[in-house]
């Protein structure tokens, strides 16, 4: 497959357990964000997103916790699995147009 | 519903020589981007449409890039010519529409390898 991530940070987990991916965003004035999955050789698959309007936001087995103070992103995966391996992305919208920005990624790694 | 399709899905070729790559949307979706994904990075986004007119191409390097949407569905990114920095994986995605917060869907993209 794709080396994809030879300069990322990488998490690894234990199958079972939860994950928590940080993401530190640049543009205070963003107001949208947006986590990305990206498995080895496939496009970024949409993950959850959160308005700026609010802290956190939950959907099934995730939750993004967002912290306007310090610009801060958090993605947190609960029991973890294997299919969860994978490249994490955030990013954020920077404006009218629906233009994204991406951060740099992180490596999850799930043992089993 | 079919997702964002893309081809070729791999294309080694040699510097200074172009390349054309093709995408075809989500049916219905009247927003296309292009982004280009350098090993390690996240993407970045080259060109945006709305139906067949460019939204933004800011960060589209002119010079030997260009993007077409013609008929406002499909869309054909060319470089020409060729840089060995121009490796990387080429991605597409489609949304609904231009307004802020809606999903873009990505397609598998484009590896392209200059030797």
């Known amino acids: 497959g794709e080396n994809v991530g030879l300069h990322l940070p990488t998490l690894s987990v234990q199958e079972g357990d939860n994950s928590i991916i940080n993401c530190a965003y640049s543009n205070s004035a963003s107001d949208y964000f947006i986590w990305y999955k990206q498995e080895s050789g496939k496009g970024p698959q949409f993950i959850i997103d959160?308005?700026?309007?609010?802290d956190k936001r939950q959907g099934q087995r995730v939750t993004v916790l967002l912290n306007k103070t310090v610009k801060h992103l958090s993605l947190q995966i609960a029991a973890t699995q294997p299919g969860d391996s994978a490249v994490y992305f955030c990013a954020e919208n920077m404006g009218l147009v629906n233009k994204l920005v991406f951060g740099a990624g992180t490596i999850l790694r799930v043992k089993s | 519903e079919a997702g964002v399709a893309q081809s070729p899905r791999y294309k080694i070729i040699e510097k200074r020589q172009s390349v054309a790559f093709w995408c075809n949307p989500i049916?219905?979706?009247?927003?296309l981007y292009w982004y280009q994904q350098i090993l390690g990075q996240g993407p970045k986004l080259l060109i945006q449409?709305?139906?067949?007119?460019?939204?933004?191409d800011s960060q589209l390097p002119k010079d030997r890039f260009s993007a077409e949407r013609l008929k406002g569905v499909d869309s054909t990114l060319k470089i020409q010519p060729a840089k060995l920095e121009d490796s990387a994986v080429y991605l597409c995605?489609?949304?609904?529409?231009?307004?802020?917060?809606?999903?873009?869907?990505f397609g598998p993209g484009t590896r392209l390898l200059v030797l």
């Open positions: 995605a489609s949304s609904q529409g231009v307004r802020e917060q809606e999903t873009q869907y």
């Open positions: 959160i308005r700026s309007n609010m």
């Open positions: 049916s219905g979706h009247a927003t």
């Open positions: 449409f709305q139906n067949n007119g460019v939204v933004d």
